[in-house]
């Protein structure tokens, strides 16, 4: 690792070293500038809701102990922790809205860039929400699917709650949900009730504004759940690939083009047209063609479903540029950093912006419409081709750091492998093998990069003690884009560090599903928009099992956690019942009050809770011990 840098990737290590003769600087020289950072703010305790503000509460009870208007500190940190999830539940469901408007043109054929690749997904997708599909062409089903999807953003009838949390979720969770009254009805009103609950001046409760904020994280799920299974309809339900990660996926003899954001109706036409512009690009010079690379969720949605090399995740997003050769970077919504353009402009880079509504100082902007995707595509690739022959050959530093990944697990995936094993019934290998004790859990990472703890660190610490202790991996997000950077999703990490039982069933599913060795130590499902696979998957056992999701042994964790919506994601995780770790501390702790309805009056409610943990190794005890807990309780 490299201490200017904090990472525990290598690649991390080797760019920062470059930035820092080039006098360039990283999100980790700015957070050495912005310490000592605020306690106020990171207790949760400052409060700008109003302009007679800012007011912030002294925690150690000797200054204000209200804001001006009489708010206290619970107040604040409940007020201030539900807008968190109420913008994470923002960002996932413009996103599905996103999808879904798309494929209703698709559904009536308006968008030629665009098809219905997976057409039993599709089906599968309508019946579980009660399209009709006998007989009936591919066209219209995608349209009614997508206009019912649309209905969640719509319905004004707060007794029918969302079409895609009732059909994604155990019934008996659903019921628990509804008696707690957070099933969101609509998820734009959900967002904007949030909102004006917790305007200056309104609910003041701090329980009732966290139960707010927990229909939001919910409202979240919904996006999620609908983003995931559309795209799949879409762009093709993921199935195990076996592809590359980490900085040295960017080749010196290629036109480099990173896609970086979310969004896969953008990178998957940047993808389909760079196919069809080799030939270009050779002619360019660029002797190895086009190569697209991937960086944060984009990267992963394109990386499971087509096996394109993933760059990097969040935090080294900048040092992707620092390596001289990646021609554009393409980025469209979330989690992009501003200080990309300032990187970019020190090489030859193109930065090329593409949503109307995320722009940024010093990128070219080339607006993408669903309608002309085809055509932008190409603008953006003869752009990166026209950038490749202004490289500076002297400022070329192509990473050694690349590893294998085998990645593609989404829900079907899973099955289809299990299936192998038992066609008529594919859940019970699993099942069996979680009931004999085989496989004493299951864990699922989730979440990002934070500059507050070693990037890729918690993630590889906590992963390895679980694994060893024979507990199931499941990965999304960035901490997917860790372990596959850090080589970790493969059948060698499994042979090396894996616990003989748990060992003994990748091998034999790994086997059985002709991968011809182990499945990965962990399993790759997606961007984080995809959580809702690992759910799909619980959801599938819970049923089977005929219990409630809070009864499994099943655990969650997100060393890293840093977005909005890595907020709601966690919330919602907690509110389906499970034990959810961060191990970053959440700017909540000014407020006594609501960090123990997190910690413990959750588990009394939703049977799931936060553990905040930073130290990784404690961490991993932790989830051991929740999940022997569980375990315990079903009998096991
Ligand atoms: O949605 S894991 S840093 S890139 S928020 Fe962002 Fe966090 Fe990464 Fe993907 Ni998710
Ligand atoms: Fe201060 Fe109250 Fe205004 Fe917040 S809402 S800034 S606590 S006066």
């Not at 306690?39 to 102990?65: A, T």
């Not at 083009?257 to 036409?269: D, F, Q, W």
């Not at 050779?282 to 063609?289: E, F, H, T």
Request: one cysteine or more; aromatic letters at 4%; glycine letters at 10%.
């Amino acid at each position: 690792s490299c201490t200017s840098c904090n990472s525990c990737d290598p690649a991390a290590a080797e760019l920062c070293t470059a930035a820092a003769e080039a006098d360039i600087p990283t999100v980790w020289d700015r957070y050495a500038a912005q310490q000592p950072q605020c306690g106020f703010g990171s207790l949760g305790v400052c409060c700008r809701i109003c302009w007679k503000g800012p007011c912030r509460i002294d925690p150690f009870g000797k200054g204000p102990q209200r804001g001006i208007c009489g708010a206290d500190r619970d107040t604040i940190v409940a007020r201030n922790l539900s807008r968190m999830m109420a913008a994470g539940a923002a960002g996932h469901s413009e996103h599905g809205r996103h999808i879904a408007l798309a494929m209703q043109r698709v559904g009536h054929n308006e968008l030629p860039a665009y098809q219905i690749r997976d057409e039993a997904k599709l089906t599968a997708v309508a019946k579980r929400l009660g399209v009709p599909t006998e007989g009936r062409a591919i066209g219209p089903i995608a349209y009614d699917v997508a206009t019912l999807t649309l209905e969640d953003y719509r319905n004004q009838d707060h007794h029918h709650a969302c079409n895609w949390i009732t059909s994604s979720l155990p019934k008996k969770r659903i019921d628990k949900l509804r008696a707690l009254d957070v099933l969101p009805h609509n998820i734009d009103a959900t967002v904007a009730q949030i909102m004006a609950r917790t305007s200056v001046g309104c609910d003041a409760d701090p329980t009732n504004v966290v139960l707010g904020g927990i229909k939001g994280a919910l409202a979240d799920f919904t996006g999620m759940c609908l983003a995931t299974e559309l795209s799949d309809a879409m762009f093709g339900t993921p199935q195990p690939v076996v592809t590359t990660a980490n900085l040295g996926v960017i080749r010196k003899d290629s036109v480099n083009i990173a896609v970086n954001g979310h969004n896969p109706l953008l990178s998957e036409v940047i993808c389909d047209v760079a196919r069809t512009m080799q030939d270009k690009a050779k002619a360019a010079g660029a002797k190895d063609g086009i190569n697209i690379v991937g960086i944060c969720c984009s990267g992963n949605e394109v990386m499971l479903r087509h096996g394109v090399p993933l760059a990097t995740n969040y935090l080294s997003q900048e040092l992707a540029i620092l390596t001289g050769a990646l021609d554009a970077m393409v980025v469209d919504v979330q989690c992009i950093m501003p200080s990309l353009g300032e990187v970019a402009e020190c090489f030859h880079t193109r930065l090329v912006t593409t949503m109307d509504e995320n722009k940024m100082p010093g990128a070219t902007h080339v607006s993408f419409h669903e309608e002309h995707a085809e055509e932008t595509a190409r603008t953006i690739v003869e752009m990166a081709i026209d950038a490749f022959t202004l490289r500076d050959p002297k400022r070329i530093r192509i990473s050694s750091a690349v590893s294998k990944a085998v990645v593609g697990f989404s829900a079907e995936a899973v099955i289809g492998a299990l299936a192998k094993i038992d066609p008529d019934d594919p859940l019970k290998p699993l099942v069996d093998n979680i009931v004999n004790g085989n496989i004493r859990g299951i864990a699922l990472f989730a979440g990002c990069n934070n500059t507050q703890s070693m990037q890729d660190g918690g993630f590889q610490t906590i992963a390895k003690k679980l694994a060893k202790n024979n507990v199931l991996l499941l990965a999304t997000g960035c901490g997917a884009g860790a372990f596959a950077k850090l080589g970790l999703m493969t059948p060698e990490a499994t042979n090396a560090y894996a616990g003989d039982t748990l060992k003994a069933v990748l091998t034999a599913v790994g086997e059985a599903a002709g991968l011809g060795g182990p499945l990965p130590m962990v399993l790759h499902m997606g961007s984080c928009v995809d959580n809702s696979r690992a759910v799909a998957v619980a959801t599938a056992i819970a049923d089977r099992l005929g219990v409630d999701l809070h009864e499994l042994p099943l655990v969650a964790s997100a060393p890293e956690a840093m977005s909005e919506k890595a907020v709601a994601i966690g919330t919602w995780s907690v509110c389906l019942g499970l034990p959810t770790h961060i191990g970053t501390v959440p700017q909540v702790t000014g407020s006594a009050v609501v960090t123990d309805l997190l910690t413990r009056g959750a588990g009394d409610l939703f049977g799931g809770y936060f553990i905040v943990e930073p130290n990784p190794d404690a961490a991993a005890d932790t989830l051991l011990g929740a999940i022997e807990e569980r375990r315990r309780a079903l009998g096991l």
